[in-house]
């Protein structure tokens, strides 16, 4: 290039003298009504240039941001407006050996971009190295990756919320829904083509219509955050389907809107709460889609890799204990000040009612290992917002010590796996399962009663959306995920499943009849357990996946819910079964306790039977072969007679995890349990003069008795 070509390709970027001071607070791009405000957190960085381009995508102009303070670069803007397309370059050492890895010729996203508008482009320009180099990514790219990259977008925050109140469902009341936006939404034949798998599509009244009659009080959403398609799947014709891949934690992902705005996600919040409905966020704070040392420049990494990173010994190598090649490091105060930001953001700006951290374990972990009062755990239990929405920790990741169930601090519900595995073995026939399904049923008290924790910060659940969905649950005994393109390496092998004779769909009347009583037995004891219940998209009506028990990367039929099949007689009866266990729960408060249960003969809130109706003694419960359990939930205590309209109620549950017929008998005291609740399967199910029951193979009944 010559010396006249220089000089004209560095006036062209530096063309600007009408950019101010600005502010370092708020991150990111604000707009006051005047002009918009860039501020930009970078520790190591020398310099940091603002680009703008137009409309189609094309680079105008590169403004040097004038001021450095705190640690935060920023400028103001007095002629920028909603809807300016923007994007970063950040200048320092390229010296991976120290944890730095600044590259001026990458555009970068802000982390605080309120919008991101387009896809990403793989390309070798996205990555700061030359890829095929000998010294890997120790070299140094010199090619724009501009062309190949999203940009961010000026927001306008206004919006009319009107008479919109939060529903602000107490936790003992709360029933969760879990669902992906697109797998929800994109078959269902009475919402229009152009609004499936937005936004919009969640705020049709086929949608929400449809989670008011069902009785759940809640829907959690798979990511929304802006998150990126992995190269590699994108090169098998799949996608990343679930969402865990972010980008962009202030974001709502692109391909969720239908209108190109994010006042959509807004209406759609709007509308649940309209409807008594809360939305809460599953939330991936723990690392980013800029993968490893070879993984793409892409925001972070180009911006302050040694400030966002979590980095091992050799400050080359990231450390991984999410098993995505990164972790984000929440012991930096400018990482944490991120992610608080975010948190607050969608609460303040978007109204959402909590959220769901995937592996939490990580966002608790400090140097020395996780620690339930570490910095991030602590800031959001003391922030007067943050601790009064639900906060719900996915308490595992694969680093030393990952496994931390019931180790949160007060203020946390967490997903409990224990309550899904022995439910799932309870009901397979698994001996040896009563003491733990007892745990389990009464809230794990052994995993939460401390720090005066309450049963709600169980979340129970059977499936969700990592694993078979309940249908494929009783019908498959393996994993079947060739379509993932790994050779069925994928997804978890230790499902606790039963086919119950045949692989898969069949037409045998005996074997359907079976795998339809065990779908309902396994929603009974989640609908009628202690707890906060969990239900995942779908299985209300028997949704498949055909044995797939890991769709992360199928954003296509096998996992979006056919709604055509949820027409059907057999599915509508599932449906209905949910909803009166739904209304049960509702109805008796006995159910949905927010203290937990004691035992004893008298004062006790909660008994153990035997099938024959005497009481349980250490050696019924270490009976290897037990499979039957009455379980008596006594209504004469007097918070027990108000929760239940007055009256003094007492239920009797009867399980029969057994494949044959068994004879039971339900007592307490001069009780006598004769209304039937519930049971499966639906038959006219009555006691003899004697008042036994005989219970047919897999099943249960829920009993009423009046208490004196």
């Given at each position: 290039?010559?010396?006249?070509?220089?000089?004209?390709?560095?006036?062209?970027?530096?063309?600007?003298?009408?950019?101010?001071?600005?502010?370092?607070?708020?991150?990111?791009?604000?707009?006051?009504?005047?002009?918009?405000?860039?501020?930009?957190?970078?520790?190591?960085?020398?310099?940091?240039?603002?680009?703008?381009?137009?409309?189609?995508?094309?680079?105008?102009?590169?403004?040097?941001?004038?001021?450095?303070?705190?640690?935060?670069?920023h400028g103001y803007l007095p002629d920028a407006r909603p809807g300016q397309r923007y994007g970063y370059r950040v200048h320092g050492p390229y010296a991976p050996e120290a944890g730095h890895r600044f590259n001026p010729n990458k555009l970068l996203l802000d982390p605080y971009a309120k919008q991101i508008v387009g896809?990403?482009?793989?390309?070798?320009?996205?990555?700061?190295?030359?890829?095929?180099?000998?010294?890997?990514?120790?070299?140094?790219?010199?090619?724009?990756?501009?062309?190949?990259?999203?940009?961010?977008?000026?927001?306008?925050?206004?919006?009319?919320?009107?008479?919109?109140?939060?529903?602000?469902?107490?936790?003992?009341?709360?029933?969760?829904y879990e669902a992906h936006v697109r797998g929800l939404t994109m078959r269902h034949p009475a919402i229009p083509v152009e609004d499936r798998g937005t936004f919009s599509a969640l705020r049709h009244d086929a949608m929400v219509d449809h989670l008011k009659h069902l009785g759940v009080t809640a829907i959690e959403l798979l990511p929304v955050h802006a998150f990126?398609?992995?190269?590699?799947?994108?090169?098998?014709?799949?996608?990343?389907?679930?969402?865990?891949?972010?980008?962009?934690?202030?974001?709502?992902?692109?391909?969720?809107?239908?209108?190109?705005?994010?006042?959509?996600?807004?209406?759609?919040?709007?509308?649940?709460?309209?409807?008594?409905?809360?939305?809460?966020?599953?939330?991936?704070?723990?690392?980013?889609?800029?993968?490893?040392?070879?993984?793409?420049?892409?925001?972070?990494?180009?911006?302050?890799?040694?400030?966002?990173?979590?980095?091992?010994?050799?400050?080359?190598?990231?450390?991984?204990?999410?098993?995505?090649?990164?972790?984000?490091?929440?012991?930096?105060?400018?990482?944490?000040?991120?992610?608080?930001?975010?948190?607050?953001?969608?609460?303040?700006?978007?109204?959402?009612?909590?959220?769901?951290?995937?592996?939490?374990?990580?966002?608790?972990?400090?140097?020395?290992?996780?620690?339930?009062?570490?910095?991030?755990?602590?800031?959001?239990?003391?922030?007067?917002?943050?601790?009064?929405?639900?906060?719900?920790?996915?308490?595992?990741?694969?680093?030393?010590?990952?496994?931390?169930?019931?180790?949160?601090?007060?203020?946390?519900?967490?997903?409990?796996?224990?309550?899904?595995?022995?439910?799932?073995?309870?009901?397979?026939?698994?001996?040896?399962?009563?003491?733990?399904?007892?745990?389990?049923?009464?809230?794990?008290?052994?995993?939460?009663?401390?720090?005066?924790?309450?049963?709600?910060?169980?979340?129970?659940?059977?499936?969700?959306?990592?694993?078979?969905?309940?249908?494929?649950?009783?019908?498959?005994?393996?994993?079947?995920?060739?379509?993932?393109?790994?050779?069925?390496?994928?997804?978890?092998?230790?499902?606790?499943?039963?086919?119950?004779?045949?692989?898969?769909?069949?037409?045998?009347?005996?074997?359907?009849?079976?795998?339809?009583?065990?779908?309902?037995?396994?929603?009974?004891?989640?609908?009628?357990?202690?707890?906060?219940?969990?239900?995942?998209?779908?299985?209300?009506?028997?949704?498949?996946?055909?044995?797939?028990?890991?769709?992360?990367?199928?954003?296509?039929?096998?996992?979006?819910?056919?709604?055509?099949?949820?027409?059907?007689?057999?599915?509508?009866?599932?449906?209905?079964?949910?909803?009166?266990?739904?209304?049960?729960?509702?109805?008796?408060?006995?159910?949905?306790?927010?203290?937990?249960?004691?035992?004893?003969?008298?004062?006790?809130?909660?008994?153990?039977?035997?099938?024959?109706?005497?009481?349980?003694?250490?050696?019924?419960?270490?009976?290897?072969?037990?499979?039957?359990?009455?379980?008596?939930?006594?209504?004469?205590?007097?918070?027990?007679?108000?929760?239940?309209?007055?009256?003094?109620?007492?239920?009797?549950?009867?399980?029969?995890?057994?494949?044959?017929?068994?004879?039971?008998?339900?007592?307490?005291?001069?009780?006598?349990?004769?209304?039937?609740?519930?049971?499966?399967?639906?038959?006219?199910?009555?006691?003899?003069?004697?008042?036994?029951?005989?219970?047919?193979?897999?099943?249960?009944?829920?009993?009423?008795?009046?208490?004196?």
């Open positions: 290039m010559s010396r006249r070509r220089r000089e004209m390709a560095t006036r062209k970027w530096t063309q600007t003298s009408r950019v101010r001071e600005g502010r370092p607070y708020p991150l990111g791009a604000t707009w006051d009504g005047l002009g918009v405000n860039f501020a930009l957190y970078s520790r190591h960085a020398t310099r940091v240039e603002l680009c703008l381009f137009d409309a189609r995508g094309r680079e105008r102009e590169r403004i040097a941001l004038p001021e450095y303070t705190d640690e935060i670069w896809e990403l482009k793989w390309a070798p320009h996205l990555f700061g190295y030359t890829i095929g180099h000998r010294d890997r990514d120790l070299s140094f790219d010199r090619r724009d990756s501009a062309a190949y990259m999203p940009r961010c977008a000026v927001v306008d925050p206004a919006f009319s919320w009107g008479n919109e109140r939060a529903p602000a469902t107490a936790w003992d009341h709360t029933v969760i990126i398609d992995d190269q590699h799947l994108l090169e098998q014709g799949l996608r990343n389907y679930w969402g865990y891949n972010s980008i962009g934690f202030f974001a709502p992902h692109p391909r969720y809107l239908s209108l190109g705005t994010v006042a959509e996600f807004k209406q759609m919040v709007a509308r649940m709460h309209h409807a008594g409905l809360e939305v809460i966020l599953d939330v991936v704070y723990n690392h980013t889609a800029e993968g490893n040392e070879l993984g793409p420049t892409l925001s972070f990494k180009g911006i302050d890799n040694a400030s966002y990173y979590r980095l091992a010994d050799d400050r080359r190598f990231y450390i991984n204990d999410t098993g995505t090649g990164n972790t984000f490091d929440l012991t930096n105060a400018g990482a944490l000040r991120m992610v608080m930001d975010s948190l607050r953001y969608w609460v303040t700006e978007m109204r959402v009612d909590g959220f769901r951290f995937d592996l939490a374990t990580i966002l608790g972990r400090e140097k020395h290992g996780f620690d339930p009062s570490c910095s991030f755990l602590d800031a959001v239990r003391q922030d007067p917002l943050l601790s009064q929405v639900k906060l719900i920790a996915e308490p595992w990741d694969i680093g030393p010590g990952g496994y931390q169930l019931g180790a949160f601090a007060p203020g946390w519900a967490e997903w409990n796996d224990r309550f899904r595995d022995t439910a799932r073995a309870l009901w397979r026939g698994d001996g040896g399962q009563l003491p733990g399904f007892a745990a389990r049923f009464t809230g794990s008290a052994d995993l939460f009663d401390h720090h005066g924790r309450r049963p709600s910060a169980s979340i129970n659940f059977i499936t969700a959306h990592d694993g078979f969905t309940l249908h494929d649950l009783v019908s498959y005994a393996h994993k079947h995920n060739d379509a993932n393109g790994e050779q069925g390496r994928d997804g978890h092998g230790h499902n606790l499943s039963s086919n119950h004779g045949v692989e898969g769909e069949t037409d045998d009347p005996v074997i359907r009849s079976v795998r339809a009583r065990q779908m309902r037995n396994l929603l009974a004891t989640l609908l009628l357990s202690q707890g906060t219940p969990m239900l995942l998209a779908g299985d209300e009506f028997g949704h498949s996946q055909r044995g797939n028990n890991n769709v992360y990367c199928q954003d296509n039929e096998l996992a979006w819910i056919d709604w055509e099949r949820a027409g059907q007689p057999p599915a509508q009866a599932q449906a209905a079964f949910v909803r009166r266990l739904l209304a049960l729960r509702r109805r008796y408060g006995l159910l949905r306790r927010n203290r937990f249960l004691r035992e004893g003969d008298l004062a006790g809130d909660i008994h153990w039977l035997r099938p024959d109706g005497a009481p349980m003694q250490p050696a019924d419960w270490h009976d290897s072969e037990g499979r039957g359990l009455v379980i008596v939930l006594d209504g004469r205590s007097v918070d027990n007679a108000a929760s239940d309209t007055g009256r003094h109620l007492s239920l009797a549950l009867l399980i029969n995890a057994e494949a044959e017929p068994q004879p039971f008998r339900a007592t307490l005291h001069d009780a006598e349990f004769r209304k039937v609740l519930l049971q499966t399967p639906e038959v006219a199910l009555q006691p003899d003069e004697s008042g036994v029951w005989l219970m047919p193979a897999y099943s249960l009944c829920l009993l009423a008795a009046s208490s004196s």
